[in-house]
């Protein structure tokens, strides 16, 4: 279980929307306006300077990567974790519950 928890903390660069590490996307992130890309998204969570999915919720996104974190068959605590880490990120710091 430490072994886990210290790998999380360790990753930087996260995408600041679903939390996934920018190197685990295959697009290396999202992009921005001017066809950069974007340090903070995902390219799952933004396109072209924009979130994908403006209207997704805090609750949705937990939902989903509970989900997705399942079908990966991690761990129950790497689950809670994650789900426990969103809404720390940059775009979700500040919505209300
Ligand atoms: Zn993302």
């Not at 939390?19 to 903070?40: A, C, I, N």
């Not at 775009?91 to 209300?96: A, H």
């Amino acid at each position: 279980m430490k072994k886990w928890l210290r790998q999380l903390e360790l990753e930087k660069n996260r995408c600041q929307s679903c939390g996934m590490p920018l190197k685990f996307d295959p697009q290396g992130g999202g992009t921005e306006s001017d066809g950069s890309h974007s340090s903070l998204y995902c390219s799952y969570c933004y396109a072209e300077g924009a979130f994908k999915e403006p209207q997704l919720t805090l609750e949705a996104m937990q939902q989903r990567v509970r989900q997705l974190l399942r079908e990966r068959q991690m761990p129950w605590y790497v689950r809670a974790y994650m789900a426990h880490r969103i809404p720390t990120l940059k775009r979700w710091r500040g919505c209300k519950r």
